[in-house]
T-cell receptor
Framework: KNQVEQSPQSLIILEGKNCTLQ??????????LRWYKQDTGRGPVSLTI?????NTKSNGRYTATLDADTKQSSLHITASQLSDSASYIC???????FGSGTQLTVLP | DGGITQSPKYLFRKEGQNVTLSCEQN?????MYWYRQDPGQGLRLIYY???????QKGDIAEGYSVSREKKESFPLTVTSAQKNPTAFYLC??????????????FGDGTRLSIL
C-alpha cells in the first residue's frame, strides 16, 4: 500500500528561527517527490518537485532534500517569517499519494 | 492571470439533495482532478481527467460524479448517495497527467456542509 508519513504533526517556532520537516514515503512506482504549502482555507501551492536523481532543490528560503535510497525527504525553512505559518504537505508520485501535513506555527 | 477558480466557496446540502461544485481553469492544462480533504488526513483523489470527454475514478469515487465536456471545466456532483459529504473539496489541474513531473495547480476549495 502506498503511504506517505510526515513528522512532526505540528510545530511551533519563533520568528527568525530555522526548522526542518520530515517525510517518509513508501510508493511504487516512484517518479518524484513534491512539497506544497497550504494556508488555512486555501488550496495548496507548489514549493518544489524533485525527481529520484535530484538530492536537493531550493525555492527561496525553502530547501528540500531527497534520499531515494532511504525513501526520505525533508523541507528546511530558513529564517522563518510569520507568513510561513501554514500546513506543509509532502506528496509522492507517480500515483500522487499525499501526506497528512505538518502544521507549522511561527510566533512573533 | 491564469489560475483555477472554484465556486461556490461555501455550500450547504440538504438530505437527499444533489449539489454541483464548479471548477474552471484558464491554464490550458490537459489534466484535471478532484480531491477531498478531511481534518488530519491527506488529500484523497475522487476523480481525475486526462483529456476532454474522458475521466477515471480515484480512490473514493462512490457517491460522486463528474463530466469533462470542455477542457476548461471539470464540475463535480455530490449525490445523495454520498452519506458523509461534509469536507473541503479541492480542484486541481496539471499540464500533463499525474505521472509527469509537472506540478499541480489548485483552486481555493469549496467547503461543503450538511444542513
Amino acid at each position: 500500500k502506498n503511504q506517505v508519513e510526515q513528522s512532526p504533526q505540528s510545530l511551533i517556532i519563533l520568528e527568525g528561527k530555522n526548522c526542518t520537516l520530515q517525510c517518509n514515503y513508501t510508493v511504487s512506482p516512484f517518479s518524484n517527490l513534491r512539497w506544497y504549502k497550504q494556508d488555512t482555507g486555501r488550496g495548496p501551492v507548489s514549493l518544489t518537485i524533485m525527481t529520484f536523481s535530484e538530492n536537493t532543490k531550493s525555492n527561496g528560503r525553502y530547501t528540500a532534500t531527497l534520499d531515494a535510497d532511504t525513501k526520505q525527504s525533508s523541507l528546511h525553512i530558513t529564517a522563518s517569517q510569520l507568513s510561513d505559518s501554514a500546513s506543509y504537505i509532502c506528496v509522492a508520485a507517480r500515483q500522487l499519494t499525499f501526506g497528512s501535513g505538518t502544521q507549522l506555527t511561527v510566533l512573533p | 492571470d491564469g489560475g483555477i477558480t472554484q465556486s461556490p466557496k461555501y455550500l450547504f446540502r440538504k438530505e437527499g439533495q444533489n449539489v454541483t461544485l464548479s471548477c474552471e481553469q484558464n491554464l490550458n492544462h490537459d489534466a484535471m482532478y478532484w480531491y477531498r480533504q478531511d481534518p488530519g488526513q491527506g488529500l484523497r483523489l475522487i476523480y481525475y481527467s486526462q483529456i476532454v470527454n474522458d475521466f477515471q475514478k480515484g480512490d473514493i469515487a462512490e457517491g460522486y460524479s463528474v463530466s469533462r465536456e470542455k477542457k476548461e471545466s471539470f464540475p463535480l456532483t455530490v449525490t445523495s448517495a454520498q452519506k458523509n459529504p461534509t469536507a473541503f473539496y479541492l480542484c486541481a489541474s496539471s499540464l500533463r497527467d499525474r505521472g509527469s513531473n509537472q506540478p499541480q495547480h489548485f483552486g481555493d476549495g469549496t467547503r461543503l456542509s450538511i444542513l
